[in-house]
């Protein structure tokens, strides 16, 4: 920021933890289903009920703290945040106070070739609210979907150390993609399944002391992180340096109208009275549970993207589209595996060769929607397709013409190759038919050549291939071509 | 009427189970007997004819009532433990026709081994006081007389047991209140240890310290319930994974050689001296069995009251936060949001309630939190050490159950003090989160019901019964009040 200040981001993420049942009960989170359908005397808060801890969600967020390398709690408490709202059946929300499970772990990433680790102050558990629907009925009825009521989450809290709009926003998209990979979290932003608010402060360059901060709330989309903050940090640098003050406040971001709103001003915050949930005994995890977590963890997008580079001679931008996603991961690797396996390349090789189809062809078609991803073909079709072009059974072209094909589809490329007789004309006598007729036809070109201008190569290369439908082997087109017109010098 | 309406637990359910009489045939025995009587007391505040005489005639078709510990035997049901599609109030006008969907799990318990709920049992709004006068349908009067508190929080379900209306109650014990009503009704009741009985179902007053305990005529009958109820349920995370053991067999062991605590100091202050001397001669009769009486130290037990009235208030203030009209029962619609929440909360809370509703709010907050609940804590964890310490040289203590015999109605209800100090010799087991018993041991000279309280390390409730038994046996308590 050339204005002489410095811009202070601290982000706290709420991210779903992928888990069939909800935090304290046994009803369903699917996303989607009819209002107040998924709902229990747990989650709606009836008088009497008691909230029962899920295991899966507390070993999901275990998951995710020993990936960020966190230190793990063994004896973790749920508090109760006490504050009245319809969203909360219970008036109080149940989550991780002073003692949460993860606390001091790291983010780690590059931007602009700058390594970057952010501190990670703490992860916790908590529920999710109700989701109030407003302007119901004539307009002035509110109605509560209690669906999302009791939803497990992660609260990701990272410390006050990125220092601009795009290092929020690389943060953020590391730790997406992050937690996509451990599989806890299903990355679908626009179900809200990874919410984010950002706390926003500026200071003159130099100045110790942190400036008032103001929290975002509503920045739940990559698109809008930038905008968001980038508009925050501007009008608190205006305030300041025309010699207001920032008021510690909470501020929406509007994004039809591309500018933060204020919500409510701290000052006249509640008093959470947070206090250890007497109904919860403290959650206990073992030394076992941890080095369980510890070993299960998957190799996540910064290893691979290092392994892309190093072992299979990827560039650092394909190794970095390829990794970044799970399920393309996977697809590459079990693509590029048997690639290797059927056609007796080697596996960098094979590697390279899948990563260009996909980079080029196939990612095009692909569509992610958070952690699912619709490929459109399979690895085994994939490999089998590159794998008619390594025996020079189709050529390249053919391959990408095949492609739209298969998509959707579980045909066999070897079975579709034949059907459409498409199979490379590899057989020199065949090739050396159509060159003479060719060189035939284009007596003046044939001079040309003989002359020494050798560039009219390409045109009866382009001829041969059209004549051939394509189907010529282009090496051996070549070769023939180059034969009978230095034949005839 | 039948004649086995007003007969033991044991009595109706081997009756039952013998086919001697039907579970029908008592039930609307049981139901005519309520109906009948209840008037005078205003015990029950909801009787279920229907749903009762459903269950007995389930229990009568039951192919294993041979094997139903309760077959048959009529119950009534504090008002704050949930029955799906019949009321439950909590004595509170914020419930107003709220019926739950569910059944609370002793609920189950109670059903499934046969049991049928006549209905459900007046309280102090929310379980909160010490004489049942803090109920929005009224005070409960004692059956002893009339003119007197039965006690509280449970004092329908005292009353009720006391006169016969049911052969056995559940209540539910915070701070003393199954104890104190089952002393001033001259019944006995047990409050089993923290985490004994699964709370799902409970209408939570203070959730660390809850427990849902009988209360009957006799310790057997108090010992057989206590053992269908207890268990672990994996639907409340603070209920125990232990065994349970044979409770009822325990009530025929002798006491030989036990060792007996008693409180030094402890009923020098503040006890009526009837109280005085029925510990005196319960004393006695316990160095009689055999028993060895030893003198033991509580030097933080003085504390208990304040302890009690900041951890139990400040988990209140949440626990109750859910009643805002939003949902169920009562609403008062105000100008917006806010509003409406002021008006309902206000409406349909008693005095007693906002009183501690507004006391746990106070101590959580922010800048009190450290100094009120935190230190709390602090001195809970010197009383628990306290009993440790004391447990170390016998195997129950004693101590009266309450200072005096059943007050008047009216008497302190002006004086919340005055009334929180009938629980000083019930709050510190419920602290130490250990199992207490009250059974009666004598009567005041104007014929109103002494309760001893003996309390045992945590899950020795098979001590409890042990030594409870035995002592009734020998101090041949029989009475029973006017009109039983």
Redesign the interface.
């Given at each position: 920021m050339g204005s002489g200040y410095e811009t202070v981001i601290g982000l706290e993420v709420h991210a779903q933890l992928l888990t069939r049942s909800k935090l304290f009960c046994g009803c369903s989170v699917k996303f989607g289903a009819s209002p107040n359908t998924q709902v229990c005397?747990v989650c709606?808060?009836?008088?009497?009920?008691?909230?029962?801890?899920n295991a899966r969600a507390v070993e999901l967020a275990l998951r995710a703290g020993v990936a960020l390398g966190c230190q793990i709690r063994s004896h973790s408490v749920f508090a109760?945040k006490?504050y009245?709202y319809?969203d909360l059946?219970?008036?109080?929300q149940i989550s991780q106070y002073e003692l949460p499970l993860c606390e001091h772990g790291k983010l780690r990433f590059e931007l602009d070739g700058k390594a970057h680790e952010i501190p990670i102050q703490r992860i916790h558990l908590e529920e999710d609210a109700a989701k109030n629907l407003h302007g119901m009925g004539s307009g002035t009825v509110t109605l509560?979907d209690y669906n999302r009521a009791g939803t497990p989450l992660m609260e990701i809290v990272s410390g006050p150390d990125l220092r601009s709009s795009a290092e929020a926003e690389e943060y953020l998209k590391r730790l997406h993609e992050t937690l996509m990979f451990l599989g806890v979290n299903d990355g679908n932003l626009e179900e809200g399944s990874f919410r984010c608010d950002a706390n926003v402060s500026v200071r003159p360059i130099g100045q110790e002391q942190l400036g008032t901060r103001v929290e975002l709330k509503n920045i739940n989309s990559f698109r809008f992180v930038r905008k968001a903050i980038d508009y925050e940090v501007a009008r608190q640098i205006a305030l300041v340096s025309g010699g207001g003050r920032v008021v510690l406040e909470t501020r929406t971001w509007n994004d039809g109208q591309g500018k933060s709103l204020p919500m409510r001003s701290k000052e006249e915050a509640m008093?959470y009275?947070y206090?250890p949930?007497?109904?919860?005994?403290p959650l206990h995890v073992s030394e076992a549970a941890i080095e369980a977590a510890r070993r299960s963890l998957p190799e996540l997008p910064e290893r691979k993207r290092a392994r892309y580079v190093e072992s299979l001679g990827l560039t650092v931008a394909d190794a970095s589209v390829l990794s970044a996603h799970p399920v393309i991961a996977g697809f590459f690797e079990r693509a590029a595996e048997l690639l290797a396996a059927q056609s007796k390349l080697e596996p960098a090789a094979a590697g390279k060769k899948a990563a260009n189809f996909l980079q080029s062809e196939l990612l095009r078609h692909v569509r992610t929607n958070g952690l699912s991803a619709e490929m459109g073909v399979s690895p085994e079709q994939l490999a089998e397709l590159l794998t008619l072009v390594e025996s020079a059974a189709i050529s390249g072209k053919q391959a990408k013409a095949l492609l739209p094909s298969l998509l959707g589809t579980d045909r066999r490329p070897e079975q579709l190759v034949r059907e459409q007789g498409l199979v490379q004309v590899s057989d020199t006598t065949a090739i050396e038919a159509v060159v003479r007729d060719v060189l035939a036809q284009h007596p003046d070109n044939v001079k040309l050549f003989r002359a020494g201008k050798t560039a009219v190569l390409g045109f009866f290369v382009g001829q041969v291939m059209k004549a051939m439908k394509g189907a010529g082997n282009p090496k051996l087109v070549n070769e023939v071509l180059q034969k009978l017109l230095n034949e005839g010098a | 009427m039948h004649e086995l309406v007003t007969a033991s637990v044991t009595e109706i359910a081997q009756a039952v189970r013998d086919g001697k009489v039907s579970a029908v045939e008592i039930t609307r025995a049981a139901l005519a007997r309520a109906d009948a009587k209840n008037a005078s007391l205003n015990a029950f505040l909801h009787v279920d004819h229907e749903g009762a005489l459903a269950q007995a005639a389930r229990v009568d078709a039951s192919p294993n009532r041979t094997g139903l510990p309760l077959a048959g035997v009529p119950f009534g049901l504090k008002d704050?433990?949930?029955t799906r599609g019949v009321p439950?109030t909590?004595a509170s006008k914020i419930?107003q026709g709220?019926a739950?969907?569910?059944d609370?799990h002793v609920v189950e318990q109670l059903r499934a081994a046969g049991a049928v709920v006549l209905g459900k049992l007046n309280l102090d709004e929310f379980a909160m006081g010490s004489s049942t006068e803090n109920s929005a349908f009224g005070a409960v009067r004692n059956p002893w007389d009339t003119s007197r508190a039965p006690g509280g929080s449970s004092g329908g379900s005292a009353a009720a047991v006391a006169l016969g209306l049911s052969a056995a109650a559940l209540g539910s014990d915070t701070g003393g209140s199954v104890r104190q009503p089952a002393s001033f009704c001259g019944v006995t009741a047990i409050k089993p240890s923290y985490g004994r009985v699964s709370?799902?179902?409970?209408?939570?007053f203070?959730?660390?310290l809850d427990q849902v305990g009988p209360i009957a005529r006799n310790v057997r009958d108090a010992a057989r319930v206590l053992g269908v109820i207890a268990g672990r349920d994996?639907?409340?995370?603070?209920s125990a994974d232990r065994p349970v053991p044979n409770y009822e067999a325990e009530c025929e062991r002798d006491v030989k050689g036990m060792r007996v605590g008693v409180v030094r100091g402890i009923t020098d202050e503040g006890c009526a001296p009837a109280v005085q001397q029925a510990m005196a001669r319960a004393r006695e009769q316990l160095a009689a069995l055999g028993c060895e009486i030893v003198e033991v130290d509580m030097p933080h037990q003085k504390y208990a009251l304040s302890v009690y009235y900041i951890v139990a208030t400040?988990?209140a203030?949440?626990n109750l936060?859910?009643?805002?009209g939003?949902?169920?029962g009562l609403r008062v619609n105000g100008d917006d949001?806010r509003d409406t929440?002021g008006k309902t909360r206000d409406a349909g809370f008693g005095l007693e309630v906002k009183r501690r509703i507004m006391l746990g709010?106070y101590v959580?907050?922010?800048g009190y939190?450290d100094a009120f609940?935190l230190k709390a804590q602090k001195v809970q964890t010197l009383i628990r050490r306290d009993y440790a310490q004391a447990f170390e040289r016998c195997d129950v203590v004693m101590t009266p159950t309450a200072p005096t015999g059943a007050f008047k109605l009216g008497e302190k209800i002006d004086d919340p003090l005055q009334m929180y100090l009938q629980d000083v010799f019930t709050l510190p087991p419920s602290l130490a989160g250990i199992p207490a018993v009250s059974v009666p041991c004598g009567l005041t000279p104007e014929r109103l019901p002494i309760g001893l309280q003996l309390a045992a390390p945590g899950f020795e409730e098979a001590r409890l019964v042990r030594i409870a038994a035995a002592f009734e046996r020998a101090s041949g308590w029989a009475e029973r009040p006017p009109g039983f």
């Open positions: 005397p709606v808060g009836l008088p009497g009920s008691l909230p029962m801890p109760r006490n009245f319809p059946a219970k008036n109080y509560v008093d009275r206090f949930d007497p109904d919860l005994p | 704050n433990l949930c439950t909590c419930l709220y739950p969907p569910y609370a709370r799902y179902g409970l209408i939570a203070a959730s660390s994996s639907r409340d995370p603070t400040a988990e203030s949440s936060a859910r009643f805002d939003m949902r169920y949001l929440y709010t959580l907050s922010a939190y609940y």
